[in-house]
């Protein structure tokens, strides 16, 4: 009858004890090792009687002055010195590498707002690396990969640990050159008979409307759809029409002359920004620093308004 197999020959020994015999047989002297491992001189000799007891062999042998290690001790420690080595030059490769944060965005968002103020973080904070994921997806609570989210408001989060980031502010937008193709119409005018850039529904378009000329008729539901703000924005740089641009992440295109905003009336949305973080409950520095940098961005452009 064949018997269960023997677990105990691939068990390992205590790594404690493993490590006291290393430092004695690299030291050479057990009051080196215990002071090197920060432990008394019998604590490391009670760790290397263990270890002999459970390999059934003498690893060293007591001399006048000392301890020699035995033919088995060589080879054990030649083994040992290996393997302590590549794990002290693994850990001293972690310690060495700077700091990693990882943020998922949505598409808008990274490309309008983050990615162009990431190298003012980066040159402050050399010693951090940021990793951006650009996914029209919100980021949900089982996301494991990433530190940081920025995302539109979503009931898988607890409320909690939903953070308001950043507030909608819509306006239509178009090119210069576009606008001075419409600009000797009334503002009315310029919607009503001008090409509308819609981002998937016509909701915002329609409360925009709904703000700026009240109960006049007007039909939005002509011109051109697209998948995300970010495309119709594109769209509109290149002449193609009005596209309504949040302020809030097109503030630097409005100013630098990218794109036009004509007619002064900004309505709030229902797509506002959130910050959720992973390590909320034990904050990691780098991602603290990354968070600070943040707010203080969006701080800094609300003073400039």
């Not at 490590?19 to 019998?42: C, D, H």
């Not at 850039?197 to 002509?222: K, N, P, Y």
């Not at 630097?252 to 506002?272: C, H, I, K, W, Y």
């Not at 920004?273 to 452009?301: G, H, I």
Request: proline share 6%; charged share 25%.
């Amino acid at each position: 009858m064949t018997g269960a197999p023997d677990v105990a020959v691939h068990r390992l020994p205590s790594l404690n004890a493993l490590k006291a015999f290393e430092s004695v047989a690299r030291l050479g002297a057990l009051n080196r090792a215990a002071e090197e491992l920060n432990v008394t001189e019998s604590a490391v000799s009670r760790q290397i009687r263990a270890l002999e007891d459970d390999l059934r062999v003498e690893l060293f042998r007591r001399v006048h002055r000392g301890v020699r290690l035995s033919p088995e001790g060589e080879q054990l420690a030649m083994s040992l010195g290996t393997a302590f080595e590549a794990i002290r030059r693994g850990v001293e490769q972690i310690r060495a590498r700077p700091g990693v944060v990882r943020v998922r965005t949505p598409p808008t968002f990274g490309a309008r707002w983050l990615l162009p103020r990431l190298r003012s973080f980066e040159t402050a904070n050399p010693d951090l690396t940021v990793r951006v994921s650009v996914l029209w997806e919100n980021m949900d609570p089982s996301d494991v990969e990433n530190d940081v989210g920025i995302l539109y408001e979503s009931r898988q989060w607890p409320p909690e640990e939903l953070v308001p980031f950043l507030m909608e502010r819509l306006t239509p937008v178009c090119s210069p050159a576009y606008y001075q193709t419409v600009a000797h119409l009334e503002p009315l005018e310029q919607v009503r008979r001008g090409q509308i850039l819609h981002c998937s529904g016509m909701t915002d378009w329609q409360r925009w409307v709904a703000r700026a000329f009240g109960d006049d008729e007007i039909d939005v539901g002509h011109g051109e759809t697209f998948d995300t703000m970010d495309t119709a924005l594109r769209a509109a740089e290149a002449g193609r029409g009005f596209a309504i641009g949040d302020l809030s992440m097109i503030g630097d295109d409005v100013s630098l002359g990218r794109l036009v905003a004509p007619f002064g009336v900004v309505t709030g949305g229902v797509d506002n920004l959130y910050l959720v973080r992973r390590d909320r409950l034990r904050p990691k520095p780098e991602v603290t620093r990354f968070v600070e940098w943040l707010y203080a961005q969006v701080e800094e452009m609300n003073e400039g308004r």
